[in-house]
C-alpha cells in the first residue's frame, strides 16, 4: 500500500448567482484587469488577469443545455497562467474551457460534450465556485489574445425555466514563469444502460500509455448517479488502493494527492461507478457519465481513456493532437435511417445518439479510415429520435477548415457511447463535401447498415 498524502476538500453546495455585465440571452463577455501605470509616452499597463463570461441561457423544466462560447483573452503578448477560478449558477453542472490555435467569431452555439480534435484542454469544474492555483514553475502557455471555448452543461432538474450562467477567470504571471504544463485527464467509461426502474454498476480499468503523476481527482456523474469510486492497482493486479470515492453527482469532492501520486505504464486506474435510475426510461450516455477527473503534470497533452462501443478495452488518446487548421466554413448535415436494417440491436426509433465526424477525404478508404487516421470534426444529437425512414436529424458542424470531407455517421444503439460497436447503424455510403471558407455546404446520409 502506497502511502499518499490524500486531502479531501468539501466544496459549498450553495449555488451562487454570478452578477453578468450583459443581459443579452446567449451572449458573451471578456473583462481585464490591469496593474502599473502609463503615462506620457509610457507603456500602457499589462493585464493581469482576464475574466470570461457565458450566458445568461434558458433551459427548460427538466431539461438539459450544452453550449460553447467563444472568448479571447485580453494578453496583448504570450502569456503564463498559473491559476484559473470558476463560478456556476444553479444548474451549472460542468465548465470545461479549451484553447484554440485561431480566432473564432461564433456567436455561442449548441455544441457537442468533450470538445474537438483540436481542442486543448485548460480545465474541468463541477463545483459552482472553484479556484486552481498551481504550484510555483506549474501551468500553462497561451498566446496573445489566445482564443478560448467555454463549453457550459446545465440541467434543470426543477419544473420551471431556468436562467443559468458561468464564468471563468485567469491569472497570468511573469513569463518565463512556467517550466512544467499541467494538463487534464479522463478515466471512465461511454458503456452506459441503465434499464427503467433499475439500477447499474460499470467498472473499468485503464492503463496509461506514458507515467503520470496525478495531483487531483474527482468524480463525474449526472443526477442519477449514486456513487464513484477510483482505485489504484499497482502492477495491473496489485493490492487496490482506493484513491477516491464519493456518492454525490452535484458537487462531488475533489481529492489533492500532495506531491503527486505516481501511475506507470505497467499500473491500472480503476473506476466503478453506480446509478439509480427511478424513471420509465432507459437511460445511456450521454445522459449518464462515468468518469474520473484532474490534473497532472508535468505533461505534454490531456489524455482521455475510456471504455466504450460495447468492449470493456480502455483505449486512451492525447487531446488537441490534431492540427485542423484556421476554420471558418459550415457543413450543414441532413440525417436519415432506412426503415429496415438487418442485424441491428436496440430500437433505432428510441431516439439513440447520433454521433458524425467529418475525416479528410484523403485519410478515408471507402467505408472505413485508413489506419491510423482520426477524424478533424465531431458533432453529436441527442434525443433527436428518427422513428421513421422520413425523420431527419439536422444540424451543422462550424469552424471547418476549406477542404474536401467524408461524412461518417452512427447511431448508439447498443448504449456503448461515443465509440462504435457491433449493432451499431452507420452510413455505409460516405458523401464527400467540400468546405469553402465563408460558406455553407451541404452532406446528407442515410444510416442504413448495422455493424456485424
Same mark, same amino acid.
Request: include cysteine.
Given at each position: ?37 502609463? $503615462? ?108 478560448? @471555448? ?37 478515466? #471512465? ?8 426502474? #433499475? ?10 500509455? @506514458? ?26 493486479? #496489485? ?69 466504450? $462501443? ?5 483505449? !486512451? ?38 454521433? !458524425? ?8 478508404? #471507402? ?51 461515443? $465509440? ?33
Amino acid at each position: 500500500m502506497r502511502n499518499t498524502a490524500l486531502r479531501l476538500l468539501l466544496p459549498s453546495l450553495t449555488a451562487l448567482s454570478l452578477s453578468l455585465s450583459l443581459s443579452i440571452t446567449g451572449c458573451s463577455s471578456s473583462e481585464e484587469t490591469t496593474t502599473g501605470s502609463g $503615462g506620457a509616452g509610457g507603456n500602457a499597463p499589462k493585464p493581469t488577469e482576464t475574466s470570461h463570461d457565458a450566458g445568461p441561457f434558458t433551459v427548460e423544466p427538466g431539461k438539459e443545455l450544452v453550449m460553447c462560447t467563444f472568448v479571447r483573452g485580453a494578453n496583448e503578448a504570450d502569456a503564463d497562467v498559473v491559476k484559473f477560478e470558476t463560478e456556476q449558477s444553479t444548474g451549472g453542472h460542468h465548465l470545461i474551457v479549451y484553447t484554440i490555435d485561431h480566432a473564432v467569431d461564433l456567436p455561442p452555439t449548441l455544441c457537442s460534450q468533450g470538445g474537438q480534435p483540436s481542442w486543448n484542454q485548460l480545465l474541468a469544474s463541477q463545483i459552482h465556485t472553484e479556484t486552481v492555483e498551481f504550484p510555483e514553475g506549474v501551468g500553462f502557455h497561451v498566446k496573445a489574445h489566445q482564443q478560448y @471555448v467555454m463549453e457550459t452543461h446545465y440541467i434543470n432538474t426543477t419544473d420551471k425555466p431556468l436562467t443559468v450562467n458561468s464564468s471563468f477567470k485567469e491569472t497570468y504571471a511573469a513569463p518565463g514563469s512556467v517550466k512544467q504544463r499541467a494538463a487534464t485527464y479522463f478515466f #471512465g467509461t461511454t458503456n452506459i444502460d441503465i434499464p427503467p426502474n #433499475g439500477t447499474l454498476s460499470k467498472t473499468v480499468s485503464c492503463t496509461p500509455p @506514458v507515467p503520470l503523476s496525478v495531483h487531483t481527482m474527482f468524480g463525474h456523474e449526472h443526477r442519477r448517479g449514486t456513487g464513484v469510486t477510483v482505485d489504484f492497482l499497482p502492477g495491473k493486479t #496489485g493490492a487496490a488502493e482506493r484513491l477516491y470515492e464519493t456518492k454525490l453527482w452535484d458537487g462531488p469532492p475533489i481529492a489533492s494527492f500532495e506531491g503527486g501520486h505516481e501511475v506507470g505504464m505497467g499500473d491500472a486506474v480503476q473506476v466503478k461507478c453506480d446509478w439509480q435510475n427511478d424513471g420509465p426510461t432507459r437511460l445511456g450516455y450521454p445522459h449518464e457519465m462515468c468518469f474520473a477527473i484532474g490534473y497532472f503534470w508535468p505533461a505534454d497533452a490531456g489524455l482521455m481513456c475510456v471504455s466504450k $462501443g460495447g468492449s470493456d478495452e480502455c483505449q !486512451c488518446n492525447f487531446q488537441g493532437a490534431t492540427d485542423t487548421g484556421p476554420g471558418g466554413a459550415t457543413i450543414a448535415v441532413k440525417l436519415t435511417r432506412a426503415e429496415k436494417i438487418d442485424g441491428v440491436k436496440g430500437d433505432p426509433a428510441s431516439g439513440a445518439p447520433i454521433y !458524425c465526424s467529418l475525416f479528410r477525404a484523403e485519410d478515408w478508404d #471507402g467505408f472505413a479510415p485508413k489506419p491510423g487516421k482520426a477524424p478533424y470534426y465531431f458533432r453529436d444529437q441527442v434525443d433527436v429520435p428518427l422513428k421513421t425512414s422520413t425523420d431527419e436529424a439536422t444540424f451543422n458542424i462550424t469552424d471547418v477548415t476549406p477542404g474536401d470531407y467524408v461524412l461518417s455517421c452512427f447511431m448508439d444503439t447498443i448504449s456503448g457511447g461515443f $465509440g462504435v460497436g457491433s449493432g451499431d447503424i452507420v452510413n455505409s455510403l460516405s458523401p464527400k463535401v467540400k468546405a469553402v471558407a465563408g460558406e455553407t455546404r451541404n452532406a446528407e446520409a442515410t444510416l442504413d447498415f448495422a455493424i456485424p
